[in-house]
């Protein structure tokens, strides 16, 4: 029998996983971590914030520089971290860069949904909002994407996962989360066929964009980070890309800032992902399956697993 979870006791989660494990993560050093990097794995470390974040905007540029009339591309990306949004604006009305004639194209990775339904953009958590004002608005009208090229995962879901079938994504980015998900792909509830054990990797990659059941403590990081603690504001349900169509991209992009994620998850995935070793209670860990990932980090957010008492 595997764990219960010391966190929610009806859920799957990383507090479920074999304790060798944790304590190898944990061990980690700096270095370990950028020493982590395989074939179709990359650690890149930085070491300031400045190019961290220009880093993370020139992905989106290099994205759709890469679209054309004829074979259109584009970037898939998160909602936090949010500090390369501006970046990607600045950059792109300094360059000239026409993104219209690139027939360039963005996704939404995910959005809040309360009563059965995406939130609207007057919410004050959405997400579709959050890259309109500190991107998409921001970029010269003559310069700007076309609406018909923006996709969020509201509305038909059906269609929005189509999409990425019709358009190439180049990258998808992201951050991690404490559950240790990329965009709202959280570890599964512990009931019916998944009641002993979570799904197996294979199970989890068929999900695809989908409406989903958020883990406790996604509900309470997005109250942390989002709302200054105030969790009413925080939905328990979102609508999110899934694996069918991560899988779909050339290239997943994980960022750590260590704004999200804590040290050891920070490590602990990077390792899974390393080692190869894939369990659904750990979603970001499923991404070693993926032929072309990569993790940056923040060097000095890295941090340690030393206890400190505050």
């Not at 909002?129 to 996709?151: G, K, Q, S, T, V």
């Not at 879901?157 to 079938?165: C, I, P, V, Y």
């Not at 190439?168 to 998944?194: I, L, T």
């Amino acid at each position: 029998m595997r764990k219960q979870s010391v966190v929610a006791a009806d859920w799957w989660d990383y507090t479920t996983i074999d304790d060798e494990l944790v304590r190898d993560a944990a061990r980690l050093t700096v270095r370990d971590v950028e020493q982590l990097s395989r074939p179709g794995f990359r650690v890149l470390l930085y070491d300031t914030l400045e190019e961290f974040y220009l880093a993370q905007a020139l992905e989106y540029v290099e994205a759709w520089r890469q679209s054309t009339a004829d074979n259109p591309c584009g970037v898939c990306g998160p909602i936090g971290p949010t500090e390369q949004l501006p970046l990607v604006a600045l950059i792109v009305n300094a360059m000239e860069i026409d993104l219209a004639k690139l027939d360039a194209h963005f996704w939404g990775m995910d959005e809040w949904v309360e009563n059965g339904e995406a939130v609207p953009t007057d919410h004050p958590l959405s997400f579709a909002r959050c890259d309109m004002d500190l991107c998409f608005n921001r970029i010269r009208a003559d310069l700007r994407i076309p609406e018909a090229n923006l996709h969020f995962p509201s509305g038909d879901l059906q269609a929005f996962s189509e999409s990425f079938s019709a358009v190439r994504c180049a990258v998808m980015q992201g951050g991690q989360g404490d559950v240790k998900h990329w965009a709202f792909n959280d570890p599964v509830r512990r009931e019916g066929a998944y009641a002993d054990a979570p799904p197996t990797p294979d199970q989890y990659r068929e999900l695809g964009t989908r409406i989903v059941d958020l883990h406790p403590m996604t509900v309470m990081q997005n109250a942390r980070t989002s709302g200054g603690g105030n969790i009413a504001l925080v939905p328990t349900q979102a609508a999110t890309v899934g694996p069918r169509e991560t899988w779909q991209c050339d290239k997943v992009s994980i960022w750590h800032a260590g704004n999200h994620d804590n040290a050891f998850g920070m490590r602990l995935t990077a390792l899974m992902i390393s080692k190869d070793i894939q369990d659904s209670a750990v979603p970001m860990s499923l991404l070693a399956g993926h032929p072309n990932v990569q993790f940056n980090y923040l060097r000095g957010a890295i941090g340690s697993c030393d206890v400190e008492m505050h």
